[in-house]
């Protein structure tokens, strides 16, 4: 059973079908990318399955369950779990408490229980934090940082502790839109070790990304969609050797560039 299964999703606009009977799997484990010219429909893809945007026709299933008319609050409590293109960070907070305020979402008690068992509260705080340092580890931010005003951060380190306040929702698939926007190679080049590292673990990935070197890199599975339709999928190897493939980026500027660079 795959872990994520889109079949024939949809969004339409009024005329214009940005997703436009699009179906793939993603596998726990596996990087998989979906790539495509710009406004192809990869961001509305992402707003789609995390449920942020509602399916004009098609399902999405995460581990055999129907998860297309669920709120995004219980697609995040079933492990679908997206980072944004831009680092979200809380001004005036650390690194460290960044990222517990991700793990608290996950270990919080409710009011009831908390008055109940005001004990617990402590345990539960206890957990966030042993959480959010262990997804900073996992992400591999210095120690050295966790404990500095995170919008003071360089905007790569940004990127980690963004990635690592994910994580702590212990999702079973991360989304991740563009997350080499912004950084340089370097930064670029590590992005690809960590998520490697983390399929490695078993955590499925879908990455939608416009950085070639690092699709291919990192990629197990590769969907090529434009106009919303899927045109290519596969290896990395032979996506980026399919006419299709290389006519709809050629049909754009630098991205075609860097698919055959
Ligand atoms: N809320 C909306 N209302 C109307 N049209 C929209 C809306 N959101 C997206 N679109 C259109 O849907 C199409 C797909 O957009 P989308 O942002 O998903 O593409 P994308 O592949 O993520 O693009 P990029 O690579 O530039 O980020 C585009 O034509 C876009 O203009």
Same mark, same amino acid.
């Given at each position: 059973?795959?872990?994520? +299964?889109?079949?024939?999703?949809?969004?339409? &606009? %009024?005329?214009?079908?940005?997703?436009?009977?699009?179906?793939?799997?993603?596998?726990?484990?596996?990087?998989?990318?979906?790539?495509?010219?710009?406004?192809?429909?990869?961001?509305?893809? *992402?707003?789609?399955?995390?449920?942020?945007?509602?399916?004009?026709?098609?399902?999405?299933? /995460?581990?055999?369950?129907?998860?297309?008319?669920?709120?995004?609050?219980? #697609?995040?409590?079933?492990?679908?779990?997206?980072?944004?293109?831009?680092?979200?960070?809380? #001004?005036?907070?650390?690194? /460290?408490?960044?990222?517990?305020? %991700?793990?608290?979402?996950?270990?919080?008690?409710?009011?009831?229980?908390?008055?109940?068992?005001?004990?617990?509260?402590?345990?539960?705080? +206890?957990?966030?934090?042993?959480?959010?340092?262990?997804?900073?580890?996992?992400? %591999?931010?210095?120690?050295?940082?966790?404990?500095?005003?995170?919008?003071?951060?360089? &905007?790569?380190?940004?990127?980690?502790?963004?990635?690592?306040?994910?994580?702590?929702?212990?999702?079973?698939?991360?989304?991740?839109?563009?997350?080499?926007?912004?950084?340089?190679? #370097?930064?670029?080049?590590?992005?690809?070790?960590? /998520?490697?590292?983390?399929?490695?673990?078993?955590?499925?990935?879908?990455?939608?990304?416009?950085?070639?070197?690092? =699709?291919?890199?990192?990629?197990?599975?590769?969907?090529?969609?434009?106009?919303?339709?899927? *045109?290519?999928?596969?290896?990395?190897? *032979? =996506?980026?050797?399919?006419?299709?493939? *290389?006519?709809?980026?050629?049909?754009?500027?630098?991205?075609?560039?860097?698919?055959?660079?």
């Amino acid at each position: 059973m795959s872990l994520l +299964r889109l079949t024939r999703i949809t969004k339409r &606009y %009024g005329g214009l079908a940005a997703v436009d009977g699009l179906s793939f799997t993603a596998e726990a484990g596996h990087v998989t990318s979906l790539i495509g010219p710009n406004g192809a429909g990869k961001t509305t893809v *992402i707003n789609l399955i995390t449920g942020v945007q509602s399916l004009t026709d098609g399902r999405v299933e /995460l581990a055999g369950e129907d998860v297309s008319r669920m709120g995004s609050h219980e #697609r995040v409590k079933r492990g679908i779990t997206r980072s944004y293109q831009t680092p979200q960070m809380v #001004r005036g907070l650390t690194a /460290l408490e960044n990222v517990e305020v %991700g793990a608290d979402m996950q270990h919080r008690m409710s009011f009831g229980a908390a008055l109940l068992a005001p004990w617990k509260i402590a345990a539960a705080n +206890r957990r966030s934090r042993e959480a959010a340092r262990a997804a900073l580890k996992r992400v %591999g931010l210095k120690e050295s940082l966790w404990n500095m005003d995170a919008s003071a951060l360089a &905007y790569g380190d940004q990127r980690k502790v963004e990635l690592a306040r994910a994580l702590t929702h212990e999702p079973k698939i991360i989304l991740l839109d563009e997350p080499a926007a912004g950084l340089n190679p #370097r930064e670029t080049e590590e992005l690809g070790i960590y /998520l490697k590292g983390l399929s490695s673990e078993g955590l499925g990935i879908l990455l939608v990304e416009h950085d070639m070197p690092l =699709v291919m890199a990192t990629s197990d599975h590769v969907v090529v969609v434009c106009f919303g339709q899927k *045109i290519a999928e596969g290896t990395p190897d *032979i =996506v980026q050797r399919d006419p299709k493939v *290389i006519e709809a980026y050629l049909g754009t500027s630098e991205t075609g560039e860097a698919i055959h660079g």
